[in-house]
């Protein structure tokens, strides 16, 4: 696999958990984290990575953030992977985690795509280039020649860009933009033209810093994280309610702040399966079912004999299907906000490995 292990990469995941809390100035110092660890009572089991993406190019800081999984029908085994370095522009992963391609788009947070048939795979990034203006960053995934394609980039209102997720709705593409101070944005998007338009259809507000989101295709619901709060679900239909309902709070327990990175596990057509999110206070994840918001567990990605544990995850992502002989049953990236003695990457973790650890069918 890409990258190497680092070398306490076969310490016991809890104890590596109370070095970095006793290692946190000097961590924070190395990837500008101020988070400190902590220790909750409610279990987490443990799987391990099966692969890595080689470095993102920015050493010495919080870089890597947020990963979006395209998966190849005809080839499993050419499957890409689209990561942010959020200093510098994004790279485009092939499964075994070489780094293909790399296009300077400057400071894009969360990433997204969707496959829009004829229109190609639409990839979009949330642009924080301007800090005072929130744009939305479009590219088409080339999947024969493994690059980006630049399409432009649409304003979306005053602030921050930081988190991002697409929905599909028919043959039009929404985009959840969701600002740092809260703000959530539904932009929806007009591909058909030489150059991408954007209209804001409507606007939610969470009260304080929120970052990642997903929305369920089959469901047209949203789930966002605050970060300091918990797990929202926002009804995600351009003429629903704008008030939100939180599914998770961040009790310290269940699921530690900062509330980071979210993704869906679908299964079926209906509303089954699962939402993931980071809970970067304590290195964990935490699921819960999409029927009915149930808590299900927790787990960890601890070291293993050649790849490392995950650490301080902002960004995740989930597909479900077949990648292959090492990904037969679909599968987890997650950002590595800890990989010394390299800069920051992303683990890949097979979706049959988490059921096991979780006791899922």
């Known amino acids: 696999m890409a990258g190497n292990a680092p070398p306490n990469s076969r310490i016991d995941p809890l104890t590596r958990l109370l070095i970095a809390a006793a290692l946190l100035p000097l961590a924070a110092c190395a990837a500008g984290k101020r988070d400190i660890p902590v220790v909750p009572t409610t279990p987490a089991a443990s799987v391990q990575a099966r692969g890595q993406t080689d470095a993102v190019g920015t050493a010495n800081a919080d870089a890597a953030d947020d990963p979006a999984i395209w998966r190849n029908p005809a080839n499993p085994a050419a499957s890409l992977i689209v990561g942010t370095d959020k200093k510098a522009g994004l790279h485009v992963y092939d499964l075994t985690g070489k780094d293909r391609f790399f296009i300077d788009a400057g400071q894009v947070n969360n990433v997204d795509l969707k496959d829009m048939g004829p229109l190609g795979i639409i990839v979009a990034a949330s642009d924080r280039n301007d800090r005072k203006n929130a744009k939305l960053a479009l590219f088409r995934l080339d999947t024969a020649a493994v690059k ?17 997720c697409l929905m599909a709705v028919g043959n039009t593409l929404h985009a959840f933009n969701v600002i740092k101070d809260g703000t959530i944005r539904q ?18 507000k969470l009260a304080t810093q929120s970052e990642g989101c997903a929305a369920d295709d089959r469901t047209q619901r949203l789930y966002v994280g605050e970060e300091n709060v918990g797990l929202w679900r926002f009804d995600a239909r351009a003429d629903g309610p704008v ?28 509303n089954g399966g699962y939402v993931i999110v980071s809970s970067q206070g304590d290195h964990a994840y935490t699921v819960y079912r999409l029927s009915d918001d149930s808590y299900v567990g927790r787990f960890r990605i601890a070291a293993g004999s050649t790849i490392g544990a995950t650490e301080e995850t902002d960004g995740i992502d989930f597909a479900p299907g077949d990648f292959g002989l ?12 800890y990989n010394p003695p390299y ?18 069918e």
């Open 243 to 270: 008030a939100g309902t939180l599914i998770a709070p961040a009790d310290g327990q269940k699921l530690v702040v900062d509330v980071e990175g979210v993704t869906l596990a679908p299964e079926g057509t209906g």
């Open 148 to 164: 980006l394609i630049p399409l432009g980039t649409i304003p979306v209102g005053a602030g921050e860009a930081y988190g991002l």
């Open 326 to 337: 090492t990904y037969p049953g679909g599968l987890f990236v997650a950002q590595d906000g």
């Open 343 to 360: 800069a920051q990457n992303f683990k890949y973790v097979a979706w049959a490995d988490i059921k096991a650890a979780l006791g899922i």
């Open 187 to 204: 932009v929806a998007l007009d591909l058909s033209g030489a150059a991408p338009t954007g209209t804001i259809v409507r606007t939610m």
